[in-house]
């Protein structure tokens, strides 16, 4: 039997939004002067914290844009900059990287 908890990542925009996620949720840490660990971040955007450490070892089937939402939700973060950063981010990477996207 393989291993079933490697998966390969079926859409490579989706691993991309996750670290984006993970890398501005750093960000705000280093900006506030307070630390919001990972079980927090679980726990504020609603996501099993089973599930949340397979999305940051890279098993992403299908992210949920739901989660993007809480996340900015609970840390009052305008939404439409959020997203419009995010697409730059996609965009960028899809220029870097072409064959991922194929």
């Known amino acids: 039997m393989g291993d079933k ?3 390969t990542v079926r859409f490579k925009e ?3 939004a996750w670290r984006y996620l993970l890398a501005d949720l750093q960000e705000r840490n ?3 002067r307070k630390y919001i660990s ?3 971040l679980a726990r504020m955007i609603g996501m099993k914290m089973i ?3 397979k999305y940051n070892r890279g098993d992403i089937p299908r992210i949920s844009l ?3 939402f809480e996340y900015c939700r609970a840390l ?3 939404s ?3 997203f419009s950063g995010l697409a730059k981010i996609i965009e960028k990477d899809k220029k870097e990287n072409p064959d991922d996207y194929k």
């Open 5 to 7: 908890c490697r998966k």
């Open 14 to 16: 989706d691993l991309v």
């Open 30 to 32: 280093k900006e506030d």
């Open 38 to 40: 990972h079980d927090t």
């Open 51 to 53: 599930t949340f450490m």
């Open 66 to 68: 739901h989660y993007f």
């Open 76 to 78: 009052d973060i305008d």
């Open 80 to 82: 439409t900059e959020f």
